[in-house]
């Protein structure tokens, strides 16, 4: 299967720091990346999706100030999650799209465990 | 917004026996993936179900879609140790945006 890297896989970072998380498909061009947001022994929260060369779109709730995403080649999609505070503190996942005709299958990345302190 | 609701969230069973979660939409779907996710790691993709109705097998697992498109499940048939996780559907849109289910965690005792 495809491989997708994230990186850093885990950060400790001080209340009202910046962190970006970057997200690289490795073997394959991704034009569609999602960010997902995983609470312990819950389920993915898709937060926003990522397209190469325009805006992400976010889902509702989700604040597009707090978490910038750019997409800036078909196979990296940065997250960046400013002036970070203890409740942003989360496992965040993405995964990159590869399409085949209609299959849209997605590879995750390993994960980056923020936590705010 | 979407949900994708999955019965039971947890489900024990003797290595054996078989298993069954079960996924459902509000909204009809485009298509349904499922993955599965080893505790400390992240998902793996099992399957996609694009087709009404449609069924599909690997192995010891069986997965359908159904008619409507906004339910579906996954059968595991004679479970093993190896098959410990937690099994998520993932319900897409026209747009291809994924819902994630709520997740089923299975424990298998040996």
């Known amino acids: 299967g495809a491989v997708v890297s994230q990186h850093p896989s885990w950060v400790i970072c001080k209340s009202g720091t910046s962190v970006k998380i970057e997200c690289r498909s490795l073997?394959?061009?991704?034009?569609?990346m999602f960010w997902y947001r995983q609470f312990p022994k819950k389920s993915l929260m898709l937060m926003a999706t990522?397209?190469?060369?325009?805006?992400?779109?976010?889902e509702q709730g989700v604040e597009k100030d707090k978490f910038l995403i750019n997409h800036a080649s078909l196979t990296l999609s940065t997250l960046t999650v400013t002036s970070a505070h203890p409740e942003d503190s989360s496992f965040y996942i993405c995964?990159?799209?590869?399409?085949?005709?209609?299959?849209?299958?997605?590879?995750f990345g390993p994960g980056t465990r923020l936590t705010v302190l | 917004g979407q949900q994708v609701m999955q019965i039971p969230q947890y489900q024990h069973v003797q290595e054996g026996e078989d298993f069954t979660t079960y996924c459902n939409s509000s909204?009809?779907?485009?298509?349904i993936q499922w993955y599965k996710q080893r505790p400390g790691g992240h998902p793996v993709f099992l399957i996609q179900?694009?087709?009404?109705?449609e069924v599909k097998k690997q192995k010891r697992l069986t997965f359908q879609f159904g008619e409507a498109k906004k339910n579906s499940s996954l059968h595991i048939t004679a479970t093993q140790t190896t098959d410990v996780g937690t099994y998520f559907c993932?319900?897409?849109?026209?747009?291809?945006?994924?819902?994630f289910g709520t997740g089923t965690s299975l424990t298998v005792i040996p």
């Open positions: 993932a319900g897409a849109n026209t747009g291809n945006q994924f819902y």
């Open positions: 179900l694009v087709k009404s109705g």
């Open positions: 990522s397209n190469e060369g325009s805006k992400a779109t976010y």
């Open positions: 995964s990159a799209v590869r399409q085949v005709i209609a299959f849209h299958e997605q590879f």
């Open positions: 073997d394959f061009q991704a034009t569609t």
């Open positions: 909204t009809t779907l485009s298509n």
